[in-house]
C-alpha cells in the first residue's frame, strides 16, 4: 500500500509538467533583434544554471524556440553575435517572429568587422520532455521465482521460459533530446534522443503448462492461452524500448486457472516495446 502511495505521488508531479519541454542547463540559443532601417543584430542567449521551460517547433531543420516561463528564471549573459547587418530572407522572417532559435550556421563571419569571431558556435542543443507514450509490446523471457514452502521448493526452482506473446502499454515517458548544428554521414539525424518510461501492460499469449505446475492434474505437458498484467521500465532510443517488466499470468483455461500453481503469481521479465503513440 505504501508502494502504491508512493507511485501516485510520483504520477502526479509528473503528469503536472506533461507535453512541456525543458531546455538543459547552460545552452545557447540565438535571437534576431531589429536595429531599424532593415537592420538588425543577433545576439546569443545562455540559459545558465537555470532549466527553462520552452515550446519547440522544428521548421526545416531550425529550431524556433519559444520561452513559456512565467518565473523569474529566464536566460543570461546576452551576447552580439553579429551586428549592424541587413535583415533579408530568413533573418527578416526571424526578426518578425521574435522566436528564439538553434542553430546560428552563418555568422561569426571571419574578417566581417560586425561580427564577434570570439563567440564559439554551439554544436548541439540539449532539452527534455514529459509525456503520455502507447508501446506494442512483447516479453519474450520470464523468470518466475522459485516456490518456498516446503512441499515444492524442491521440485519447483526458479524457472526462465521463453515465450510468444504480444500486447500494449501505456503509461510515462521522460526524453531527453539532442539537436545538432551539424549533422554527419555517419549520423546523418539531426535530433537523436534517448528516454525512461514506466507503464502498465496487458499482453495475450502462450504459455507452457506441465504437469509438475498443476500438481500433476495433467497427464502431459501442453501449450495454453495466458493473458498478463503488470507493469514495465524501460530504456528507450527513439521509438525503440528495451528493459524490464513485474507481471502476473492468468491462464484462460478456467478448468486448468485455478490448480495452474503459477496462475497469478508475479514473474519478472525482459520486454521489448515500440512507441506508436506520445
Known amino acids: 500500500m505504501k508502494i502504491f502511495f508512493i507511485f501516485c505521488i510520483i504520477a502526479v508531479a509528473f503528469c503536472s509538467c506533461l507535453n512541456q519541454k525543458y531546455l538543459a542547463k547552460h545552452q545557447v540559443v540565438f535571437k534576431v533583434e531589429p536595429t531599424g532601417n532593415g537592420k538588425g ?64 550556421i552563418l555568422y561569426p563571419r571571419v574578417g566581417d568587422e560586425n561580427s564577434n569571431n570570439f563567440f564559439v558556435l554551439p554544436d548541439k542543443l540539449r532539452y527534455s520532455e514529459n509525456n503520455i507514450v502507447v508501446q506494442l509490446l512483447t516479453t519474450p523471457l520470464k523468470i518466475r521465482p522459485a516456490f518456498r514452502t516446503p512441499r515444492l521448493k524442491d521440485s519447483l526452482q526458479t524457472l526462465a521460459t521463453a515465450e510468444l506473446n504480444v ?18 554521414e555517419d549520423d546523418p539525424k539531426n535530433l537523436n534522443y534517448v528516454s525512461l518510461s514506466a507503464s502498465g501492460f496487458f499482453t495475450i499469449g502462450g504459455t507452457n503448462v506441465k504437469s509438475i505446475t498443476t500438481t500433476n492434474y495433467l497427464m502431459y505437458d501442453k501449450t495454453e ?16 524500448n528495451i528493459g524490464g517488466s513485474i507481471g502476473k499470468d492468468h491462464l484462460l483455461v478456467p478448468s486448468l486457472a485455478s490448480r495452474w500453481l503459477f496462475d497469478g503469481r508475479l514473474w519478472y521479465g525482459l520486454t521489448l516495446a515500440y512507441d506508436i503513440w506520445k
Open 41 to 104: 543584430e543577433i545576439k546569443a542567449y545562455n540559459t545558465g544554471n537555470n532549466k527553462l521551460r520552452i515550446t519547440v517547433i522544428d521548421s526545416n531543420s531550425l529550431l524556433l524556440i519559444q520561452k513559456t516561463d512565467t518565473g523569474s528564471k529566464n536566460f543570461v549573459l546576452p551576447t552580439v553575435v553579429q551586428s549592424s547587418f541587413k535583415t533579408t530572407e530568413r533573418y527578416a522572417q526571424l526578426a518578425v517572429s521574435g522566436k528564439y532559435y538553434f542553430p546560428e
Open 167 to 184: 500486447g500494449v502499454a501505456a503509461g510515462l515517458k521522460r526524453t531527453w533530446s539532442v539537436f545538432k548544428a551539424r549533422p554527419t
Open 225 to 240: 492461452p495466458v493473458a498478463s498484467i503488470g507493469i514495465n521500465f524501460l530504456f528507450g532510443w527513439h521509438n525503440i
